[in-house]
């Protein structure tokens, strides 16, 4: 285990902000590496940098994982979409940073998730025995287990032990409707069961990194928006006060990600739109695994529907082009809602329809455009250095974003000509990883927290810490007080949308905001007031 080389606290509370923001401000020499963006790669990039040694400031715009980051499926992928892409590389790569999180970086953030593709007989199936004969034509049995026996041999080389994701397997008719009791039944003959890595959640994720970061001395500073961006530093809009500070920096890495071509204009992205669909559990059974359900005429796409927490199914994902102005919260089209609304329902019993969505998200990915054309789909990443040292990342995905952040911090480091040690990000685990878990707290909180869940409760001030925030909305009172007071959280939004999921579901954000106010304002006046 790699431990902090200085005495920082992990917390990124009020203290800890005005720390942090006033250093930006006093702070005279320049700064080894300033990061430009508050998502997966850009606090990856904060880590890595500062666990090398190096001085560094992160600075975002609004709130850490507000972009792309806290939109994905949360997966963490083996990369067995990649092979049959033939893209080894990422597939390969895909499988070793699967690894290096479900057993070291994040292990209490990162569990298996049954993968389950069911198999019918042809001529079988409510639908008819064309759909039937279409999805058995479109994966076929034999593929489908070829597949995962390939994605195995991944899991086998990164050393991945079959304890944290099991082998894959033929499983009964019994077994399919054990783990996805919404199924189709007849004619249902059985199916494949694989194992992937899966996210409690991605904004999670990233304020785990974010607060490691702090741990080893990197300043993260929300609300600061940069301007004037080049490779020697910024010009930086505190959106609290409206003051312009200029940030002076040995070198600059741009993690903006779809936001990154306004940051440094010699790059074009073109950014691809995923839709995901907020199902109550109930409405599906209560699944414990991924229903895995083909795309019509697609080889190596599915739509999924994944146990989540709060109670909650996601199904996804789309994969649209969505060119022209970045939204600030990119919005599902009725195209997208339906198409997946369709595909999932060739495999249940009982079709879904937009009644029983509850609530949709959807994130763009970012993808980079070279010569007039997407960059492979596959997510490879890229990394730049402008004329003026600038250092731009971008294009990648979730799973991958520690050897995005080590690509880009080893550019920078050759530009500038800085004195660093090299990566570790691969042996630090996150706050939270390790310590333990008191079984005798909601299973709920330790999922998100890990190591640190007695924390959570022991350090609360406000009564009733275990009390839920509101009726039938398993995050605690203690939850919300720790996001402000060690997370970085300074308003509502912050805590009902990164912090924890409940603004997924608008009827839940509606019930749960008066109390998470009322916290947020008892909290803040006793650690400003």
Not at 387 to 412: E, F, I, P, S
Not at 422 to 433: E, H, M, Q, R, Y
Request: hydrophobic letters at 45%.
């Amino acid at each position: 285990m790699t431990t902090p080389p200085h005495p920082f606290s992990a917390d990124l509370g009020p203290e800890r902000s005005r720390r942090d923001r006033a250093s930006l401000q006093s702070r005279r020499r320049p700064w080894d590496v300033l990061v430009v963006g508050g998502g997966v790669t850009g606090v990856g990039v904060a880590l890595d940098a500062a666990s090398r040694g190096l001085t560094v400031a992160l600075v975002e715009a609004e709130d850490l994982a507000f972009g792309t980051s806290r939109w994905s499926s949360k997966l963490v992928h083996g990369g067995l979409r990649y092979l049959a892409s033939g893209n080894i590389r990422i597939a390969w790569e895909s499988a070793v940073e699967r690894h290096n999180l479900m057993t070291t970086i994040a292990p209490h953030l990162v569990s298996p998730v049954a993968q389950v593709v069911p198999s019918y007989s042809a001529g079988h199936g409510t639908a008819g025995p064309g759909m039937r004969g279409r999805v058995d034509a479109a994966i076929g049995s034999a593929l489908v287990g070829t597949g995962f026996a390939v994605g195995d041999l991944l899991r086998r080389g990164a050393r991945t032990p079959a304890d944290v994701l099991a082998h894959p397997a033929r499983i009964s008719a019994s077994e399919v409707i054990a783990a996805c009791p919404a199924v189709e039944t007849e004619g249902l003959r059985g199916g494949w069961r694989s194992y992937d890595g899966q996210l409690v959640d991605d904004a999670r994720l990233v304020v785990a990194i974010a607060r490691t970061a702090a741990a080893h001395g990197a300043a993260i500073c929300t609300r600061m928006r940069a301007t004037e961006v080049t490779g020697q530093g910024a010009t930086v809009i505190d959106g609290t006060t409206g003051d312009h500070l200029d940030i002076r920096a040995r070198t600059v890495i741009n993690a903006t990600g779809v936001w990154a071509g306004t940051v440094d204009d010699s790059i074009t992205v073109r950014p691809s739109r995923g839709t995901h669909l907020v199902f109550d559990a109930a409405t599906l059974g209560y699944p414990t695994g991924a229903l895995t359900v083909p795309i019509p005429g697609a080889r190596n796409r599915f739509v999924f529907a994944l146990p989540e927490q709060l109670g909650r199914v996601y199904a996804g994902l789309t994969d649209v082009d969505a060119p022209g102005p970045v939204p600030a919260v990119p919005q599902a089209s009725d195209d997208e809602i339906d198409s997946i609304i369709a595909t999932l329902n060739t495999a249940l019993a009982r079709p879904v329809s937009r009644d029983d969505v509850i609530g949709t998200f959807a994130g763009l990915r970012p993808l980079l455009q070279a010569d007039g054309e997407t960059a492979d789909l596959s997510r490879e990443h890229s990394v730049t250095v402008g004329d003026d040292g600038l250092v731009t990342v971008v294009g990648g995905k979730l799973t991958t974003y520690r050897t995005m952040a080590a690509d880009a911090v080893d550019a920078a480091v050759a530009r500038a000509r800085l004195d660093a040690h090299p990566c570790v990000t691969d042996s630090i685990p996150l706050v939270g990883a390790h310590g333990t878990r008191n079984r005798r707290l909601p299973a709920s909180l330790i999922a998100r927290f890990g190591g640190e869940s007695d924390r959570v409760v022991q350090g609360a001030t406000i009564s009733a810490p275990l009390g839920p925030i509101a009726p039938g909305i398993d995050v605690t009172r203690a939850e919300v007080e720790f996001a402000i007071t060690a997370e970085g959280a300074v308003d509502a939004d912050d805590i009902l949308h990164r912090r924890t999921r409940i603004g997924l579901v608008a009827a839940d954000a509606d019930r749960a905001r008066p109390a998470v106010t009322h916290l947020l304002d008892q909290v803040l006046a006793a650690h400003i007031g």
